[in-house]
């Protein structure tokens, strides 16, 4: 669930050659060099146990990797866990972002003018215990079976609709994906309906890594394999090799994982470095504790104690202040640019924001300096002012300054927001402020965890003064994704997202604005841009009387472009998102911060997850507590 430098950009343009570009969702630093000084002196060396402290996991699709659409899921998966047929370098910068082959021998060149692509798989790549086999194309292609089960919930599914086949096998009307074919067990060949160049960053998501069947095959409701997962990376969860496989009713979650407390992971016995490349994964701790911590406060003491080497929560601004103006602490404070949004979401199926004046009216009155203060200020990521980061649109100058609702200081402009919400049908006494009974106790979702709980009241206060009451629900992270993801549960409005690329496009943003995309259960396009009729009717919904508005022909339009033609046109979508269908308050193009305890002796930043890249960091246990 992540801004892109020219080295990325000459990749991607070669594939781009190949075919049309497509579909696509998730975070670094303009130099791409590593930063593997964790503030101590030791050398990295391999052992000890690496410890993370969060606050939740705040995972959304049980922690299973057909469906999970998190993006410190997709690092923990792609750095530890398991491996897909292609894959990232996990550093920072441009380099963090170049598609690579993982259990793929090579990256082909695509055949069948760009509709053939044809894998050779590594030998020697084995499952961790208790399965204890060999990877073999089958358990590939199994992972596309699960993707187009209705019932696993693939929440990011969409991109494999180009397979040859996969609409027949969704529909149940075929018992195999004719699209994919194993002529043996180290061969995989895909066959799409058109080209799609960027086949080969759409295979570093996990959904598509391996799955073995005679376990997976017992999970096939959404999220449940995630408490069985069985590795193909250097790590598994610990525990795994107690699971009796026997049969699907003789197995039991694995210890090592439990989704309110923690996730251990040790090494994989069966893992062969010879299969691998330090480049892509070090593997230098024993193993690894996520440990859930409520107390956000004792998280960032324990890490500053030693007792924790970083957290997946963002630095506390008062602590962020200390470190970085501490000559002796600030290279353990890190700020790395995020290929990511945070965004306020407004339900265009939903009234009052059915009308695009009201939602006009929310952005020129939203204060985003007060909710980039709540973060913690100008650290924390550059105020947002459209869609997608700028670095997503390599070559083009069109959002150059752009701004439709640039007020001073970016502190929002009350008159024009009165005058938006005079032109709307919910201020039927035209005074600027909302009269309807729409405007009241409107359904408002945010986490409940700081700094969003700090934005709370600055939403509520800029809201009320255009007429808009909010009955606001705060969920811990995992449970407010999930219930904004469920169409039913009728969300009018939310603080609680944020989105980064899936891959290095900003195509990769506009599949949250793809009617066709739109999931009763597991949706993240949570505005329901492109919502029809009969999908309303489908999910049980009242559909607005005016319609909702659609971007699915620009969608398509762009997706056909190459070069800067297509970061032109991604751009001109961006801004008719922001002035035309209006379903976003984009506030902050966020930074992720980390801060290192004493004991980390190396350190990277992942620019695919958006998070600390697992594969290489390191500790030294004689510093830890």
Not at 329 to 334: A, E, M, N, Q, T
Not at 510 to 528: E, K, Q, W
Request: charged share 25%.
């Amino acid at each position: 669930m992540r801004p892109r430098k020219k080295g990325t950009w000459a990749l991607l343009g070669a594939l781009v050659l190949a075919g049309s570009l497509g579909l696509a969702a998730c975070g670094g630093d303009d130099s791409g060099d590593s930063d593997t000084d964790g503030g101590g002196d030791t050398a990295a060396a391999k052992g000890g146990i690496y410890r993370v402290g969060t606050t939740d996991f705040g995972f959304n699709g049980g922690f299973d990797p057909s469906g999970e659409y998190l993006g410190w899921a997709w690092g923990l998966y792609s750095n530890l866990l398991t491996r897909q047929l292609t894959g990232y370098r996990h550093t920072e910068g441009a380099a963090g972002s170049e598609v690579l082959p993982d259990l793929a021998e090579a990256i082909p060149e695509a055949t069948d003018g760009g509709t053939t692509w044809t894998f050779k798989i590594k030998k020697g790549v084995k499952f961790a215990p208790p399965v204890n086999r060999e990877v073999t194309s089958k358990d590939i292609a199994y992972a596309f079976e699960r993707i187009g089960t209705g019932s696993v919930v693939a929440q990011y599914g969409f991109y494999y609709n180009d397979i040859v086949g996969m609409a027949e096998f969704k529909d149940g009307k075929a018992k195999t994906i004719a699209g994919i074919t194993t002529p043996d067990d180290s061969t995989i060949v895909f066959k799409t309906t058109k080209p799609v160049g960027d086949f080969p960053f759409r295979l570093a998501m996990p959904a598509t890594g391996p799955f073995p069947k005679e376990v997976a095959g017992c999970f096939t409701k959404a999220g449940e394999y995630g408490r069985y997962l069985i590795a193909s990376g250097p790590y598994m969860i610990k525990g795994s090799d107690a699971l009796d496989i026997t049969s699907c009713k003789t197995m039991k979650p694995i210890s090592g994982f439990n989704p309110t407390k923690q996730l251990s992971l040790v090494r994989n016995p069966n893992y062969d470095a010879a299969t691998d490349s330090t480049e892509r994964r070090e593997a230098l701790p024993d193993g690894f504790e996520f440990i859930i911590n409520t107390n956000d406060k004792d998280i960032f003491d324990k890490i500053e104690a030693g007792e924790y080497e970083d957290s997946v929560d963002a630095v506390p601004p008062d602590v962020a202040r200390r470190y970085s103006g501490d000559d002796a602490l600030k290279d353990r404070l890190k700020g790395n640019q995020d290929d990511r949004t945070n965004y306020i979401y407004m339900n265009l199926a939903e009234a009052p924001f059915d009308d695009v004046n009201v939602r006009k009216a929310v952005n020129w009155i939203m204060d985003k300096d007060a909710l980039r203060k709540a973060w913690g200020g100008p650290f924390y990521g550059e105020i947002a002012t459209h869609i997608a980061p700028a670095t997503l649109y390599p070559g083009s100058t069109a959002l150059d300054g752009y701004d439709p609702y640039a007020t001073e200081n970016s502190a929002g402009d009350l008159a024009k927001a009165q005058e938006a919400m005079k032109a709307s049908a919910y201020d039927t006494d035209k005074d600027g402020v909302c009269d309807a009974d729409a405007c009241k106790d409107v359904l408002f979702m945010n986490r409940s965890i700081d700094p969003y709980v700090k934005m709370t009241p600055i939403i509520r206060d800029a809201l009320g003064k255009i007429g808009i009451t909010v009955k606001v629900r705060e969920l811990p992270t995992g449970p407010a994704y999930e219930s904004s993801g469920v169409i039913a549960n009728r969300i009018q409005a939310g603080s609680n997202a944020g989105w980064g690329k899936d891959y290095p496009d900003a195509s990769t943003f506009m599949v949250l604005f793809d009617g066709r995309n739109i999931l009763p259960t597991g949706n993240s396009g949570y505005a329901l841009v492109g919502l029809t009729a009969a999908q309303a009717k489908e999910f049980k919904i009242d559909y607005p009387k005016g319609g909702v508005p659609s971007v699915d022909a620009d969608i398509d339009k762009c997706s056909e472009e190459v070069g800067n033609a297509r970061s032109d046109c991604w751009a001109a979508l961006d801004k008719k998102l922001m002035e035309e269908v209006v379903p976003w308050v984009p506030y902050l193009h966020v930074n992720n911060t980390t801060l290192l305890g004493p004991a980390v002796t190396k350190w990277d930043y992942d620019q695919f997850s958006g998070e600390a890249a697992y594969a290489h960091v390191a500790v030294d246990p004689s510093k830890q507590k």
